[in-house]
């Protein structure tokens, strides 16, 4: 998710408290719930409060961690974008048409990545404080899990790329800017939104990860390099090897779902969604988590 360029008051305080094999753990997550639509965000959240240290690993380690299972997609997805921003930038200099299929695909995930990046910058705050709470992570993994399911009931899944425009690809974009706050996850609101607007299960996914590179590379990148002045933070090898471990888990989590998007339905993780939400309000309201 794209992060905002301040972390949280209370993230440096967390994060010191965070072992080394905790934040294995925490990439291990990261990598596992990236790419399907149950939020990493949130499970990071939620998988923090319930370790020992009791930690929010906050919006610096989540953003760099991302960096791992971004590298992920470049690696799986290394033809297709070697061939995108080639053509995207023959296209600049006229050497080929814009509205050449690889061309153009360049284009659609820039402006749709633009969504993102002004409404990131423009609710920072929001972002890393008061939209981290608990009980607006189990909100979001019900309401978003339950469109999930009514995208993919009513989705008449008969578009693929080649009918994507802009106009639509806006759309994706403001999908995936909802991702911002945890707990709606990046691939969960674009793929809903790309169900919604007639695209089948694969093009949507698809369309998700590459649309992802901009913005995750830019927000993790930008606090990584800030990271440096900021030891306290965590220890670089405790990030490190969590970002690593991500990268490694995402890219079997990308084979598999473009495999069992060819086959099966989103339902198995619609529920999913609802149960987790619907625990967590329920220890929430118990005392037994704080939001």
Same mark, same amino acid.
């Given at each position: 998710m794209f992060t905002s360029l301040r972390r949280m008051d209370f993230a440096p305080d967390s994060l010191a408290g965070m072992g080394f094999f905790e934040a294995i753990f925490l990439g291990f997550i990261q990598g596992l719930t990236e790419f399907i639509p149950v939020s990493s965000s949130a499970?990071?959240?939620? *998988? +923090?409060?319930?370790? $020992? @240290?009791?930690? /929010?690993?906050?919006?610096? %380690?989540?953003?760099?961690?991302?960096? +791992?299972? !971004?590298?992920?997609?470049?690696?799986?997805?290394?033809? /297709?974008?070697?061939?995108?921003?080639?053509?995207?930038?023959?296209?600049l200099v006229r050497k080929v048409p814009r509205n050449d299929p690889d061309a153009r695909m360049g284009w659609l995930i820039i402006v749709g990545s633009i969504p993102i990046i002004v409404l990131g910058l423009v609710f920072q705050d929001q972002i890393e404080t008061t939209l981290r709470s608990l009980w607006i992570v189990a909100t979001m993994l019900i309401v978003f899990g339950i469109l999930l399911g009514i995208a993919d009931v009513v989705g008449k899944k008969t578009k693929n790329l080649q009918q994507l425009t802009v106009g639509r690809g806006i759309i994706f974009g403001f999908a995936q800017a909802l991702a911002l706050i945890p707990g709606v996850s990046r691939s969960g609101g674009t793929i809903t939104a790309g169900l919604f607007m007639g695209f089948n299960r694969s093009s949507a996914a698809r369309y998700s990860f590459l649309l992802a590179l901009p913005a995750v590379f830019g927000s &993790?990148?930008?606090?990584? #390099?800030? @990271?440096?002045? !900021? $030891?306290? *933070?965590?220890?670089? =090898? !405790?990030?490190?090897?969590?970002?690593?471990?991500? %990268? =490694? #888990?995402? =890219?079997? *989590?990308?084979?598999?779902?473009?495999?069992?998007?060819?086959?099966? @339905? %989103?339902?198995?993780? #619609? =529920?999913?969604?609802?149960?987790? &939400?619907?625990?967590?309000?329920?220890?929430? +309201?118990? &005392?037994?988590?704080? +939001?």
């Amino acid at each position: 998710m794209f992060t905002s360029l301040r972390r949280m008051d209370f993230a440096p305080d967390s994060l010191a408290g965070m072992g080394f094999f905790e934040a294995i753990f925490l990439g291990f997550i990261q990598g596992l719930t990236e790419f399907i639509p149950v939020s990493s965000s949130a499970h990071l959240r939620i *998988v +923090g409060e319930l370790l $020992p @240290s009791a930690v /929010d690993p906050g919006a610096t %380690f989540t953003a760099i961690t991302q960096l +791992g299972t !971004e590298a992920a997609v470049v690696v799986y997805f290394w033809r /297709d974008l070697v061939r995108i921003v080639k053509q995207w930038l023959f296209s600049l200099v006229r050497k080929v048409p814009r509205n050449d299929p690889d061309a153009r695909m360049g284009w659609l995930i820039i402006v749709g990545s633009i969504p993102i990046i002004v409404l990131g910058l423009v609710f920072q705050d929001q972002i890393e404080t008061t939209l981290r709470s608990l009980w607006i992570v189990a909100t979001m993994l019900i309401v978003f899990g339950i469109l999930l399911g009514i995208a993919d009931v009513v989705g008449k899944k008969t578009k693929n790329l080649q009918q994507l425009t802009v106009g639509r690809g806006i759309i994706f974009g403001f999908a995936q800017a909802l991702a911002l706050i945890p707990g709606v996850s990046r691939s969960g609101g674009t793929i809903t939104a790309g169900l919604f607007m007639g695209f089948n299960r694969s093009s949507a996914a698809r369309y998700s990860f590459l649309l992802a590179l901009p913005a995750v590379f830019g927000s &993790g990148l930008y606090q990584l #390099v800030k @990271s440096f002045n !900021e $030891p306290q *933070v965590f220890t670089g =090898i !405790e990030t490190l090897a969590a970002t690593v471990v991500a %990268f =490694i #888990v995402g =890219i079997g *989590v990308i084979a598999f779902l473009m495999n069992w998007l060819g086959k099966h @339905s %989103f339902w198995p993780f #619609v =529920i999913y969604r609802i149960a987790l &939400g619907s625990t967590l309000l329920v220890l929430l +309201g118990a &005392g037994v988590l704080q +939001g």
